[in-house]
């Protein structure tokens, strides 16, 4: 039990395009979901926090117009990664919590901008 | 502001020797501290979690100990097996529900 999905687990885009990431909990209801990104050989660093039905909170530094984040249904959540350019290359990755304290990882989506 | 720092960033033993990793955090006042194993490219798969009134968990050749007074948890992986080597995190929460604070990771290689 908890699994968590992500779609697509690459995407490869020119720059100027809009990626769209999603992250889905296969076997148990969401009410959070957390948006980390992971630069090559270093730790996860949160983006977001999302709650269903509500406005996704944005940690110091990430820009909300640029990674649009929707949390429309208790098992999916989408991360849109806007005009994308080369820095935003990055290893993505989600995260589910039913209600209590643990977070159950996806298996993360390789980016990469050229 | 909490910070999570793990030494070494990399570590290579050989097959059967124990590995030990630290992790170290600024603020004491956490909820829980998990350990995680992440495989290159891929996801996180959690190891252990000690809640903050528990001294240690174990599990299989895992054990986990935790001094929140000092700010450190140490992650001791007995026998260690080529099939250990993976990227080791360790991250904590302050409160129930909150956002986890990760480590750097430490890289193992066990090498047969």
């Known amino acids: 039990g908890a699994v968590v999905s992500q779609h697509p687990s690459w995407v490869i885009c020119k720059s100027g395009t809009s990626v769209k990431i999603e992250c889905r909990s296969l076997?148990?209801?969401?009410?959070?979901m957390f948006w980390y990104r992971q630069f090559p050989k270093q730790s996860l660093m949160l983006m977001a926090t999302?709650?269903?039905?509500?406005?996704?909170?944005?940690e110091q530094g990430v820009e909300k117009d640029k990674f649009l984040i929707n949390h429309a249904s208790l098992t999916l959540s989408t991360l849109t990664v806007t005009s994308a350019h080369p820095e935003d290359s990055s290893f993505y990755i989600c995260?589910?919590?039913?209600?209590?304290?643990?977070?159950?990882f996806g298996p993360g989506t390789r980016l990469t901008v050229l | 502001k909490q910070e999570v720092t793990q030494i070494p960033a990399a570590l290579s033993v050989p097959e059967g020797e124990n590995l030990v990793l630290n992790c170290s955090f600024t603020?004491?006042?956490?909820?829980?501290l998990q350990w995680f194993r992440q495989d290159p490219g891929k996801g996180l798969t959690s190891l252990l979690l000690?809640?903050?009134?528990?001294r240690e968990q174990t599990s299989g050749r895992l054990n986990a100990s935790l001094d929140k007074s000092s700010g450190r948890s140490t992650l001791y992986i007995a026998a260690s097996q080529p099939g250990d080597s993976a990227t080791y995190l360790c991250a904590v929460t302050k409160a129930a529900g909150n956002k986890l604070t990760f480590g750097g990771g430490t890289r193992v290689l066990v090498k047969p």
């Open positions: 999302s709650n269903e039905g509500s406005k996704a909170t944005y």
């Open positions: 076997d148990f209801q969401a009410t959070t």
């Open positions: 995260s589910a919590r039913e209600g209590g304290v643990t977070q159950y």
């Open positions: 000690i809640q903050s009134s528990q």
């Open positions: 603020d004491s006042a956490i909820y829980n």
